[in-house]
């Protein structure tokens, strides 16, 4: 068996970016930080950029994006991401290098593509940008889901949760926190509002109902500076989990890397 390894390499509204691969090679979801900040955090783990294979964007905004043009232009990597997305990456004035259509690879929500033996297969999820997709890996029996950037947890979702050895779940806010917080009313709202980001009691309920025996792992992301605390969103989701499962919270700008069992 070939053991998998995530490395979450950022998290959060300044960039996001995971890795997810074998002993030889991997694939990424999202890559909102610097090329060369992937470049080193994977060197540091003995993967060379030579040894990545895809990268799927989740959607466009720029804290997901930033260097998908480079790594399509510059180190050949296709970019799967619906034609939605693909749209907003072109037409989003921070992207100032372009993707060309050699390296633009079209994923539909509900499609699934295998690359490499990595199975990935794309669901929809309700967010304010031009389109926004939950992924869901397979590699030799393991089921690894990915959900950021959701103002709320739908039916697909809970039913990835209960078939997932692990799970990436955003936990971007505690609601007391964003209540009581700094950010303008309107801000507020479309943080709390069903197209936004999802709260600890969100991803907690989500957790408690839906999560099975074999989930060993969630790993929170996408946590709030300002509204959220790690603490908090740990206490949250540990107390609606089974003791089996193990919670870890994935910090905003330092990379974490687990051997996946
Ligand atoms: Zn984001
Ligand atoms: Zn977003």
Redesign the pocket.
């Known amino acids: 068996m070939n053991k998998l390894r995530f490395l979450s390499i950022a998290s959060g509204?300044s960039g996001?970016s995971y890795y997810l691969g074998n002993s030889e090679y991997g694939i990424l979801i999202d890559a909102g930080v610097g090329p060369r900040v992937i470049k080193k955090r994977l060197k540091e783990i003995g993967v060379e950029m030579d040894r990545l294979f895809a990268v799927f964007v989740t959607h466009d905004?720029y804290?997901?994006i930033k260097s998908v043009a480079t790594l399509g232009e510059v180190y050949h990597l296709p970019v799967y991401s619906t034609a939605k997305v693909h749209r907003g990456i072109a037409f989003n004035c921070k992207v100032t290098e372009k993707l060309s259509p050699a390296n633009k690879r079209l994923i539909e929500n509900g499609a699934t593509v295998e690359v490499k033996g990595f199975k990935v297969s794309s669901f929809s999820l309700p967010h304010d940008a031009s389109d926004n997709t939950g992924y869901v890996v397979e590699y030799e029996g393991l089921t690894f889901t990915f959900a950021?950037?959701l103002g709320e947890v739908t039916d697909q979702l809970c039913n990835y949760i209960g078939k997932s050895d692990y799970l990436l779940l955003e936990s971007n806010y505690d609601e007391t926190m964003l209540k009581n917080g700094s950010y303008p009313y309107v801000l507020k709202q479309r943080v709390a509002s069903n197209h936004g980001h999802l709260s600890n009691a969100e991803a907690s309920k989500a957790l408690a109902t839906f999560a099975s025996n074999r989930l060993k792992q969630v790993f929170l992301c996408?946590l709030s500076k300002e509204n959220n605390t790690p603490d908090l969103a740990f206490q949250e989701v540990s107390n609606a989990l089974n003791t089996t499962t193990e919670v870890t919270v994935l910090p905003r700008t330092t990379p974490l890397l687990v051997d996946l069992k």
Do not use: I, R
Request: cysteine-free; aromatic content about 0%; glycine content about 0%.
């Open positions: 509204s996001n905004h804290d997901h950021t950037d996408h």
